[in-house]
């Protein structure tokens, strides 16, 4: 790559794009094992700096990130970190702290003393061997304190948010600790940057003079300010360009004035998100425009550079590793240590106060900014930046599976709020549909189907919505969606109209790292007769299931319906697709239900291959009872009739309100679509090799059914591991039926 070295855009382009594209990788791994998404970057960063990439490839990783185009990314990357304290600041809501101020405070102080101390005693050890030559040995303890003692705010409410615990009281004493403990360690952190950039007492003291100044000033002088503006966007035409445009100056004023003073930008980023007002639409809506660009695209490159200065093989000998060892020890007895104690003095139980010791050893991206501050400012070597990177890498990837093993499910079930806690089934399980909505616009759709499927509503049966939320490193938003009522958000639509068609649904939501295991055990765990999915986009511009349709279709212990809803307002007329096989057998099973509604009209279509042996008495006789007691198909030996199309053979007979019609044609998918124009409401069909649909594993072939009907379709797959459709428990026995062909 010698011309990039011309172009120091393209090269900042191709930096970006490699940082992104590894990251996200690693992202999709650390998710796998249950990890936050900051251990995946951080590791990104490491790969392509000189631990890896520059020890595998080093002519690779001088041409991708040669040393003068550092000064770019590094400039870039603090951009993205000005962005995310100010994200940081807006999180550090008081409504975090509401009863909890003196437990809060106690708890968090304590993770702060405690640590610090040993840091302190840590430095006192290491700084003549370890320190940069010159380097006050004051400066040295101070900062070595202030690293061990930070918890990462973002990652702990990411944790939070994927155990569920964000609404217990462990979580709430958590999420309380780690806000003021940002707070303190900001705190510390500025008083700290400035005895290093200070030369003497009296410039350190001048440098405190000024930064509690800058304090006042942004307290007593910009919030009120702050606060007028929030109202005005919240009583007229709400966030227009020009707020935001006056908003992001405050910002880079204030970190303007803070990197002037002495301390570092990000303080002054820090301070100006904290006290933005959190009342009204300003804050959020803020956090949404700037969250997206700072997290997701600059942010990295962050990550990256920390990797570039991070260089394991500076620790290459036992003393070392034995010294990093002692680090991760000294921060996590601190952390945990003062944490636990403290929580205990305070009232909770054993359990509950090594959890919250657990959580707020979390340390993260938090800890890799104070890291690259020292760096920065020449406090630390890099052997000792090194130590420390893996030190935080270590106890955040520990977090996890440590509080998974100290707290486990059933001490989450104790914790829970009364509330949140769910009345017991009844001992004889009715018809249950669960349905899961993925957005707004998916939702009346499956209301109309779940209507059709109460039949009379003359026997018992309950309805379930569930939504599932993507967890979030913004505490504020887990916070919004346990306050806000279940039958608002996506589920509203679904719930609304379900209440017009006189349906008693029953929302659930919640947040979820995998959202087909979790659809797939709440449907358990409801004892769910029948399961409901809206399809995504991607099936309807590609006609094919993929993503967590498939994953839920390949999982289920009950029958799945996936509909692709093209206007679905009724279900009267529904043409029911059968080629034989588990699969059509359980869209038949789910007709019988349908069929039961006043109204509804019935047509079974039944495509069998030309030129075969045919026994038209036994395919209408299968058919037949398939329908089980609904009606018993007359004219079983009507005689074909030819037709003038493609449609080699047909036959039709009545069975009450049902059609049946068997025919004959080289492409059961153009019979199907050809039937599909006579003006139905709904098409059910089983997920079949026949109409293209692979039983919902992933094909690469068109799947023309679902892609090009003109009307709704349903389409049907059995349980797992079923060879015909499970018992509906509200109806007669259900016939074993052959799956051959007829």
């Known amino acids: 790559?010698?011309?990039?070295?011309?172009?120091?855009?393209?090269?900042?382009?191709?930096?970006?794009?490699?940082?992104?594209?590894?990251?996200?990788?690693?992202?999709?791994?650390?998710?796998?094992?249950?990890?936050?998404?900051?251990?995946?970057?951080?590791?990104?960063?490491?790969?392509?700096?000189?631990?890896?990439?520059?020890?595998?490839?080093?002519?690779?990783?001088?041409?991708?990130?040669?040393?003068?185009?550092?000064?770019?990314?590094?400039?870039?990357?603090?951009?993205?970190?000005?962005?995310?304290?100010?994200?940081?600041?807006?999180?550090?809501?008081?409504?975090?702290?509401?009863?909890?101020?003196?437990?809060?405070?106690?708890?968090?102080?304590?993770?702060?003393?405690?640590?610090?101390?040993?840091?302190?005693?840590?430095a006192w050890q290491l700084h003549e061997g370890y320190s940069t030559p010159g380097v006050p040995f004051v400066a040295f303890v101070l900062f070595l304190g202030t690293a061990m003692s930070v918890t990462a705010f973002p990652v702990l409410a990411r944790i939070l948010s994927e155990r569920h615990l964000l609404t217990t009281r462990v979580g709430a004493v958590a999420i309380a600790c780690a806000a003021v403990d940002?707070?303190?360690?900001?705190?510390?952190?500025?008083?700290?940057?400035?005895?290093?950039?200070?030369?003497?007492?009296?410039?350190?003291?001048?440098?405190?003079?000024?930064?509690?100044?800058?304090?006042?000033?942004?307290?007593?002088?910009?919030?009120?300010?702050?606060?007028?503006?929030?109202?005005?966007?919240?009583?007229?035409?709400?966030?227009?360009?020009?707020?935001?445009?006056?908003?992001?100056?405050?910002?880079?004023?204030?970190?303007t004035i803070s990197?002037?003073?002495?301390?570092?930008?990000?303080?002054?980023?820090?301070?100006?998100?904290?006290?933005?007002?959190?009342?009204?639409?300003?804050?959020?809506?803020?956090?949404?425009?700037?969250?997206?660009?700072?997290?997701?695209?600059?942010?990295?490159?962050?990550?990256?550079?920390?990797?570039?200065?991070?260089?394991?093989?500076?620790?290459?000998e036992p003393r070392e590793w034995l010294v990093t060892a002692l680090l991760i020890g000294l921060a996590t007895a601190g952390k945990f240590g003062g944490s636990a104690l403290a929580a205990r003095f305070t009232g909770l139980r054993w359990?509950?106060?090594?959890?919250?010791?657990?959580?707020?050893?979390?340390?993260?991206?938090?800890?890799?900014?104070?890291?690259?501050?020292?760096?920065?400012?020449?406090?630390?070597?890099?052997?000792?930046?090194?130590?420390?990177?893996?030190?935080?890498?270590?106890?955040?990837?520990?977090?996890?599976?440590?509080?998974?093993?100290?707290?486990?499910?059933?001490?989450?079930?104790?914790?829970?709020?009364?509330?949140?806690?769910?009345t017991p089934l009844s001992p004889v399980a009715p018809f249950t549909v669960m349905m899961s909505v993925s957005d707004a616009t998916s939702g009346p759709g499956l209301a109309t189907v779940a209507s059709a499927l109460m039949g009379k509503r003359d026997q018992p049966a309950r309805l379930y919505a569930v939504h599932l939320w993507d967890p979030s490193d913004r505490p504020s938003v887990e916070l919004k969606r346990q306050m806000a009522k279940r039958s608002e958000g996506p589920l509203g639509p679904l719930i609304a109209h379900a209440r017009d068609l006189m349906l008693d649904v029953r929302p659930l939501s919640f947040v979820?790292?995998?959202?087909?295991?979790?659809?797939?055990?709440?449907?358990?765990?409801?004892?769910?007769?029948?399961?409901?999915?809206?399809?995504?986009?991607?099936?309807?511009?590609?006609?094919?299931?993929?993503?967590?349709?498939?994953?839920?279709?390949?999982?289920?212990?009950?029958?799945?319906?996936?509909l692709v809803n093209r206007g679905l307002e009724r279900v009267h007329r529904v043409l029911v697709a059968y080629a034989g096989g588990p699969e059509d057998l359980a869209a038949l099973e789910l007709a019988r239900r349908i069929g039961r509604s006043a109204g509804t009209s019935l047509t079974l279509f039944h495509v069998v291959d030309p030129g075969g042996t045919r026994h038209p008495g036994k395919g209408r006789s299968q058919i037949a009872k398939a329908l089980g007691g609904m009606a018993a198909a007359r004219h079983a030996d009507s005689d074909a009739r030819a037709t003038q199309d493609h449609v080699l053979e047909e036959s039709e007979f009545d069975a009450g309100s049902i059609q049946v019609r068997v025919v004959e044609h080289t492409s059961p998918a153009d019979a199907v679509l050809e039937e599909t124009k006579r003006g139905y409401d709904l098409v059910i069909l089983g997920m079949h090799a026949r109409w293209g649909l692979d039983a919902g594993l992933i094909s690469w072939r068109r799947r023309r059914v679902l892609a090009e009907a003109p009307v709704s379709i349903l389409a049907v797959h059995p349980p797992l591991g079923a060879g015909f459709p499970g018992k509906d428990p509200t109806s007669e026995a259900a016939p074993v039926l052959s799956s051959s062909t007829t």
């Open 351 to 422: 359990r509950e106060a090594s959890a919250i010791g657990i959580l707020m050893n979390t340390r993260g991206l938090m800890e890799l900014i104070v890291l690259n501050i020292g760096m920065d400012l020449g406090v630390i070597s890099p052997t000792v930046f090194t130590m420390l990177v893996i030190m935080a890498l270590v106890t955040t990837f520990a977090t996890s599976p440590i509080l998974h093993w100290v707290y486990p499910a059933e001490e989450l079930a104790r914790d829970r709020p009364l509330e949140m806690l769910e």
């Open 512 to 562: 979820s790292s995998d959202f087909a295991a979790d659809i797939c055990r709440t449907a358990e765990s409801k004892k769910a007769s029948f399961l409901l999915l809206g399809a995504h986009k991607p099936l309807l511009l590609e006609g094919r299931l993929s993503g967590t349709v498939s994953e839920v279709v390949a999982r289920s212990n009950c029958p799945v319906g996936v």
């Open 259 to 316: 990197e002037l003073i002495g301390i570092h930008a990000l303080f002054g980023a820090f301070l100006f998100g904290a006290i933005l007002p959190k009342e009204g639409r300003l804050a959020d809506t803020l956090a949404e425009k700037v969250e997206t660009v700072a997290v997701i695209l600059l942010l990295p490159l962050f990550f990256a550079y920390s990797g570039l200065r991070t260089e394991i093989g500076l620790v290459d």
């Open 1 to 122: 790559m010698p011309h990039l070295e011309f172009s120091a855009l393209t090269l900042l382009l191709a930096q970006m794009a490699a940082i992104l594209l590894v990251s996200r990788v690693l992202g999709a791994v650390a998710r796998w094992l249950g990890q936050p998404l900051v251990i995946a970057e951080v590791l990104a960063g490491i790969m392509l700096g000189p631990s890896l990439l520059g020890w595998v490839w080093p002519e690779g990783m001088d041409a991708l990130f040669p040393t003068k185009s550092l000064s770019v990314l590094t400039m870039l990357s603090q951009i993205g970190l000005v962005l995310f304290m100010f994200l940081i600041g807006l999180e550090l809501d008081p409504k975090l702290l509401r009863g909890r101020t003196r437990a809060s405070i106690a708890i968090s102080w304590a993770s702060i003393v405690l640590p610090f101390a040993l840091g302190a005693l840590a």
């Open 182 to 255: 940002d707070v303190t360690a900001w705190c510390i952190l500025a008083f700290v940057v400035a005895v290093a950039r200070a030369h003497g007492i009296v410039q350190a003291a001048w440098t405190t003079g000024m930064v509690l100044a800058f304090i006042m000033a942004m307290v007593f002088l910009a919030r009120p300010f702050l606060q007028r503006l929030g109202a005005r966007v919240a009583s007229r035409e709400g966030l227009t360009t020009t707020v935001v445009a006056v908003t992001l100056l405050f910002l880079l004023a204030s970190a």
